[in-house]
């Protein structure tokens, strides 16, 4: 069993590529076999191996770091910012909740707006310098993004009707938190599902890891300011917004809703403004270009 155990610790270290079959000796195939379904290494074929085994081989899957070089130029440098937000956040909170320090919190207020900026301005160069579109980052007037709209406005409109939807202050704070949720949903949706879903391209249920590392990425950030139940229900949610962003293809109801929860049902219609202008952009970029967008991530 030990000697087993210790071959096994060998194939680990040294997986094949998934487009090779393995070149092993003939006594490492008599081992192999029994960590496999059948007896394909005798047959110079790659192993069937159990699933516990093929995630921890990575012999049926590239090694992470391809992955991450397999991106394109625009996808690694918005990986990186969004989890540099996400560890940002982690220290944003922790201080605004945690310390008095007001110099502090400003100083990481304006370092979370930077990163804001440097995302902006990554998006808006991959679309003047590639093929990608607005509606490759959730800004899309498709059936989907159309019923989401629909729905804001119905609810909206009964929100008015109610005259639960009245004017607000509208001060620096009121336009960060705007701000800071219609980016979130902008970044930890559309940016970060996507990407991952690319960098999770050829494993089965890749769509749900995509959006359960997004999550990830973005929970983590809110444990210093919420409650442990409090979590939960952004864990919860923050699934839920992927998926709907996933079947739409549009961030406009989470980021609707995910406004409309940090400020009032006024700052989510604030929201879907700003969503709406931006969008209208995708007609004339896609009207200058003769052939189809790549999209983000299939």
């Known amino acids: 069993m030990l000697i087993d155990s210790i071959a096994y610790l060998r194939l680990l270290r040294h997986p094949w590529p998934c487009s090779q079959p393995p070149d092993f000796h003939k006594s490492n195939k008599a081992l192999l076999s029994r960590f496999g379904k059948n007896k394909s290494a005798a047959e110079g074929k790659a192993l069937d191996f159990t699933p516990q085994i093929w995630f921890l081989s990575g012999s049926h899957i590239m090694d992470y770091r391809t992955r ?35 110099l502090l919190n400003v100083i990481l207020q304006l370092a979370v707006m930077a990163l804001w900026l440097m ?59 705007v701000t800071g949720a219609f980016m979130e949903e902008i970044v930890f949706r559309a940016v970060a599902i996507n990407i991952f879903i690319s960098y999770f391209d050829g494993i089965k249920g890749k769509l749900f890891w995509a ?27 923050s699934i839920i917004s992927g998926y709907i962003y996933r079947w739409s293809r549009s961030v406009l109801l989470p980021a609707w809703l995910h406004v409309a929860s940090n400020t009032s049902w006024f700052g989510g219609l604030i929201a879907c403004i700003a969503y709406l202008l931006i969008a209208v952009f995708d007609f004339p970029i896609l009207a200058r270009r003769s052939h189809r967008s790549r999209p983000l991530a299939t």
């Open 68 to 102: 991450y070089h397999q991106l394109v130029g625009f996808d690694k440098w918005l990986l990186w910012l969004t989890l540099a937000w996400s560890i940002l956040g982690i220290v944003s909170n922790y201080v605004r909740v945690h310390t008095d320090n007001n």
């Open 119 to 177: 995302i902006a301005v990554t998006i808006i160069r991959s679309i003047t310098n590639s093929d990608r579109l607005l509606r490759d980052y959730g800004f899309s007037f498709r059936l989907g993004g159309l019923i989401s709209l629909a729905v804001v406005i119905a609810f909206s409109a009964y929100k008015i009707a109610e005259q639960q939807v009245g004017t607000e202050l509208i001060d620096s704070e009121f336009i960060f938190k």
């Open 211 to 237: 959006i359960l590392a997004s999550t990830i990425i973005w929970t983590v950030p809110h444990i210093p300011s919420k409650t442990p139940i409090e979590w939960e229900w952004l864990f919860v949610s």
